[in-house]
């Protein structure tokens, strides 16, 4: 299909068609990424609950290399989805090349300053004595695999928001049947352990590095080059203008759950594993509400560069109902059969008991996310960077931070579990106006293109 057709069916096709279009490759691409990811805490089960809880607190550094990628990744894309929505084709060119490379030179900075302080920053992290060792074992290729995974991310991105959503899902699918198989290999077979996870992560992000790169030379992609690698302080202002929030989601995110295992080692190594399981549990339902919303972006950057608003407003509310139905059906089958998920990871009592109960109450809220990621994303994606990065800030750091130092020395394991839910409940009562205010903020769309006398805009 031509550059000027895939652009066209942006503008042209039902909206509701569109987007379950853009976002079921991406929603599988992010169900499988979590699967992989949720593997080697599966596999490391076997090996006892600190290995498992090992795994657990290196969790906080995947999300400031998850940070590092979606912070270049959703900045250029953002950039490229309005810019080819609005015929800008080289502008796209060079902010995509710009995107790429710097998240490559910022992992390789992660790597070189995780690997030098690897003991105490897994001390940060919430390890015990006991826990230490299988931390470090993973943390050790897990940084050496960032520059990797960060650009990854930024690729994965850059296709979605060209609409190319299936090479995106390609490139982290086979990546994480990979992952699997070689945790399988090098745990069970090698008797690798901790380690052995590791290194399949490394080995699986490495090939999905190369497929998504492949990806990005292909057919009508927006191509990268060290020739279009231009950058300027105006290149960067638009980058951090699409970024800044998703990179002030991750690295609280990141915060959260260093905080959360601080929390916990003074209830033992039971609790953080149960609380790591718990919340690579939740990856699955959270993979459903970010490839939905990633899946809306680049819809709604195009038809916003190409003045369609009220194809804006349609597909926000289509992906509001979509969202609502999906998380109220999947948390209800979380609650039912978490005694049955936690011991898939480990069959501990400890575990089991803090896990189950910390599951249950998560899903209490959690459907909440749906409009809560949906009105970030559309902040993002229109260039609203400080309502974005406030939006992106109260979860995870104004919220759930000041819940946590409070509910906990008062409630103890309780209070740890319920500041999670809480922070959802208090996010979405905020983002709930700031979304209406959004839509009703939007122009009304020129009376041209809605009668058909003007085609829609195209690159």
Avoid at 260 to 268: R, S
Avoid at 341 to 362: K, N, T
Avoid at 427 to 433: A, E, N, V
Wanted: proline share 4%; net charge positive; aromatic share 10%.
């Amino acid at each position: 299909m031509s550059t000027l057709t895939k652009h066209a069916r942006m503008t042209t096709l039902p909206v509701g068609r569109l987007v379950l279009g853009l976002a079921a490759p991406t929603i599988v691409a992010n169900l499988i990424s979590s699967l992989y990811n949720m593997a080697d805490t599966y596999f490391v089960g076997g090996l006892g609950t600190s290995a498992t809880a090992g795994v657990g607190v290196v969790f906080a550094v995947m999300n400031i290399i998850q940070a590092i990628g979606f912070f270049f990744g959703q900045g250029s894309g953002n950039f490229i989805s309005r810019a080819l929505g609005a015929q800008e084709q080289d502008s796209a060119n060079v902010v995509a090349s710009i995107g790429f490379f710097s998240s490559l030179l910022a992992g390789g900075l992660v790597m070189a300053g995780g690997l030098l302080f690897l003991e105490p920053l897994a001390r940060l992290l919430g390890a015990t004595e006991t826990i230490l060792p299988h931390a470090c074992d993973y943390m050790r290729y897990i940084l050496i695999g960032a520059p990797f995974m960060a650009s990854s991310h930024v690729l994965s991105l850059m296709l979605r928001f060209q609409g190319n959503a299936v090479y995106s899902m390609l490139g982290m699918v086979s990546g994480a049947v990979l992952n699997v198989g070689l945790d399988a290999l090098f745990i069970l077979v090698f008797h690798l352990g901790v380690a052995g996870a590791a290194i399949a992560t490394l080995i699986s992000q490495i090939f999905s590095f190369l497929l998504l790169l492949y990806g990005c030379s292909r057919g009508d992609s927006i191509r990268i080059s060290l020739r279009n690698f231009r950058p300027s302080v105006r290149h960067y202002l638009e980058i951090g203008k699409g970024g800044l929030p998703s990179l002030c989601s991750q690295s609280l995110a990141s915060v959260a759950t260093i905080s959360l295992n601080q929390a916990a080692k003074l209830h033992g190594d039971a609790v953080i594993a149960a609380i790591s399981i718990v919340n690579r549990i939740l990856m699955l339902a959270n993979g459903v509400v970010f490839g939905f919303t990633q899946g809306f972006q680049p819809f709604c950057g195009f038809n916003y560069g190409a003045k369609r608003y009220d194809r804006v407003r349609q597909g926000f509310w289509f992906c509001v109902r979509t969202l609502a139905l999906l998380l109220v059906a999947l948390v209800i089958l979380l609650a039912l059969f978490a005694p049955q998920l936690i011991r898939q990871f480990r069959d501990d009592p400890a575990v089991l008991e803090v896990g189950v109960r910390s599951l249950r109450l998560q899903c209490l809220a959690f459907p909440l996310t749906g409009w809560i990621v949906l009105t970030n994303m559309t902040l993002q994606t229109l260039g609203r960077a400080f309502q974005a990065s406030f939006t992106s800030l109260m979860r995870q750091g104004l919220f759930l931070l000041p819940l946590l130092a409070f509910l906990a020395p008062r409630f103890g394991v309780l209070g740890i579990q319920l500041s999670q839910p809480l922070a959802n409940l208090i996010t979405f009562s905020i983002t709930l106006p700031l979304g209406l205010r959004l839509l009703r903020s939007l122009p009304e769309t020129p009376p041209e293109l809605l009668s058909g006398l003007a085609p829609p805009v195209l690159e």
